[in-house]
């Protein structure tokens, strides 16, 4: 054999010839500092002081500069209240907006997979314009919002009741589907000060609840658009054998069709959950100093009369990334029997 061959032909189907591995993992190498190196960046900036930030860029701690725990101190000692404050607000608000989406999400996209829906065209309307009817009484002429969404509820039943059978026109779970995917394609610029009304109306602003239903509202469109494709690949012969056996719908749902959608739960969580976190506009809007997140706490660092302090913010983002990493490594092994799914084994 040749010198060419002897590098880059595989001595078996099982192995990578030497050459071919050399090439392959110095590209995954190069690919691996590449990504990690603005994290290296981060991690070692939050330990400079502002000499060593505004005189140049310096790598190698101990090497190119000494490092501090000045920012450190600054964020955890002197600021700690703030600091403590946001972060658990952030921890509660995500964690349970995306406990609740996820739950709500996935029985709405199991409930669109199994079952056929066909709503009346004219009745969603009716009730469209019945919610825009409540929120003009409650906003612009004041009415109590309890006693406007009890009559306009109580409207709706009685005209659906007398005029839901003159309509033809209906609407399939296709259509339910890409009008819930369509909300979330909405800009949120758009719908901010609606809810921002809203709360105010029911004062709950600057509170957890309101920002809890906000993200979940908000996130359940993304839930139920990802867990259908999942329940569809699920056989439904499985759930029809559990009823057999006595089974109950919750308890199909619950012991047979989430346990084998794992994956797909696994990584929707994830990234409900890095939505939530990352969330800025919506908090900005719902929170003022009690439900206070860190998107916001980061924001206020930035718009401060000393300006940008580098060392503080990587402080904070490095204190921001690591829930989502943590959670990241726990439903690594979910998500990694997803990407693998249907592999054929060698």
Not at 40 to 58: C, E, H, M, Q, R
């Amino acid at each position: 054999m040749t010198l060419m061959q002897r590098l880059f032909e595989p001595r078996s189907i099982r192995t990578m010839a030497p050459g071919t591995k050399v090439l392959v993992y110095s590209v995954l190498l190069f690919w691996t500092a590449f990504v990690l190196f603005p994290i290296y960046w981060v991690l070692i900036t939050s330990f400079k002081t502002a000499v060593d930030v505004n005189g140049g860029p310096v790598y190698l701690p101990f090497i190119d500069f000494q490092p501090s725990l000045h920012a450190w101190k600054e964020l955890f000692v002197f600021d700690y209240k703030d600091t403590l404050r946001a972060y658990m607000n952030s921890l509660i608000i995500a964690l349970s907006s995306t406990a609740a989406s996820v739950l709500i999400g996935s029985m709405a996209a199991y409930a669109l997979a199994r079952f056929e829906y066909r709503p009346k065209f004219g009745v969603v309307l009716m009730f469209v314009l019945m919610m825009i009817a409540v929120f003009v009484a409650v906003g612009k002429y004041g009415v109590d919002w309890r006693l406007s969404t009890a009559v306009g509820v109580a409207i709706f039943y009685f005209l659906a009741r007398a005029l839901g059978r003159h309509f033809s026109a209906s609407l399939g779970n296709g259509d339910i589907l890409f009008w819930m995917i369509s909300q979330r394609i909405l800009a949120p610029i758009v719908v901010v000060v609606p809810i921002y009304m809203m709360f105010q109306q029911v004062r709950l602003l600057d509170t957890h609840i309101a920002v809890i239903l906000t993200y979940t509202v908000i996130n359940l469109p993304i839930v139920i658009w990802l867990m259908y494709d999942f329940f569809r690949s699920i056989p439904y012969d499985l759930e029809e054998s559990a009823q057999l056996d006595g089974a109950t719908r919750l308890g199909v749902f619950f012991d047979i069709v989430l346990p084998l959608s794992r994956t797909g739960l696994a990584a929707t969580t994830l990234l409900v959950m890095i939505l939530s976190w990352n969330e800025y506009l919506l908090a900005l809007f719902l929170s003022t100093s009690k439900a206070q997140t860190m998107p916001i706490l980061v924001a206020a660092m930035n718009a401060g009369e000393r300006g940008i302090l580098w060392w503080s913010m990587s402080v904070v983002i490095i204190v921001m990334i690591i829930p989502v990493i943590v959670l990241a490594i726990i439903l690594q092994r979910y998500i990694s029997k997803g990407l693998l799914l249907g592999a054929v084994k060698g």
